[in-house]
Each structure stands twice: as structure tokens, then as C-alpha cells.
């Protein structure tokens, strides 16, 4: 197993830039593929980042892609979601995800184990 906790979140004007952190207990933590996803209010849980287990292979979703970017610290069991340029329609509660698979799955239900959430509010 796996537990994730997130941190890194807060509120930023638009424009502006966070990078959120998860990490990772255990020992293992180069096993999993991981994912980030986010939740604004009243909206379904979706899609932002997955990166391999080795961090060789990234997924950026289309609408934040040239301003997101994820990588990971296999020796600080941490994967990070560095955002740049954030816009209003950022704001989310951000979540990172865990799995052991063979591929790097970026849809929500592949994925086994989740961190709280961090949230992040974009002011216009």
C-alpha cells in the first residue's frame, strides 16, 4: 500500500504560479505510476497529469498543457504538478493518485490509491 498527501495549494491571482507536492509513504513508490486530477465545485473529478513510474513518459491534459508540468523524485518519494500562468478556471480541489499497472492509466477509476486533496483558488 500507499499513502499520498498532498500539500502546495493555496490562493494565487491569475497569472500566477504554484507547484503542488505528493508524497509518498513507503518503500516502493517507483512501482506506481502516478496521476493528478482535480475537482471544481459542482464538477466531475477530472484528468490533469500522469507521469511513469520512472518518470520517463508524461500525460498532459490538452487545455493545460504548455502550463502544467508533472515529473517526480523517486529518492524523495514525491511527484510534484508544477502550474504556470494559472487562469480562474484552474481553481479546483487537486488530487494525486496511485497505481500499479502496466500502463499509465489517466482515467480516475484506474487509479487505487488517493491523497485529501490540496485545494487551489485562482482570484481574476
Known amino acids: 500500500q500507499v499513502q499520498l498527501v498532498e500539500s502546495g495549494g493555496g490562493l494565487v491571482q491569475a497569472g500566477g504560479s504554484l507547484r503542488l507536492s505528493c508524497a509518498a509513504s513507503?518503500?516502493?513508490?517507483?512501482?506506481?505510476?502516478m496521476g493528478w486530477f482535480r475537482q471544481a465545485p459542482g464538477k466531475k473529478r477530472e484528468f490533469v497529469a500522469a507521469?511513469?513510474?520512472?518518470?520517463?513518459?508524461?500525460y498532459i491534459k490538452g487545455s493545460v498543457k504548455g502550463r502544467f508540468t508533472c515529473s517526480r523524485d523517486n529518492a524523495k518519494n514525491t511527484v510534484y504538478l508544477r502550474m504556470n500562468s494559472l487562469k480562474p478556471e484552474d481553481t479546483a480541489v487537486y488530487y494525486c493518485?496511485?497505481?500499479?499497472?502496466?500502463?499509465?492509466?489517466?482515467?480516475?477509476?484506474?487509479?487505487?490509491?488517493w491523497g485529501q486533496g490540496t485545494q487551489v483558488t485562482v482570484s481574476s
Open positions: 507521469i511513469s513510474r520512472s518518470g520517463a513518459v508524461t
Open positions: 513507503g518503500r516502493t513508490f517507483s512501482s506506481y505510476h
Open positions: 493518485g496511485a497505481v500499479l499497472s502496466s500502463t499509465v492509466p489517466t482515467t480516475e477509476t484506474e487509479y487505487n490509491y
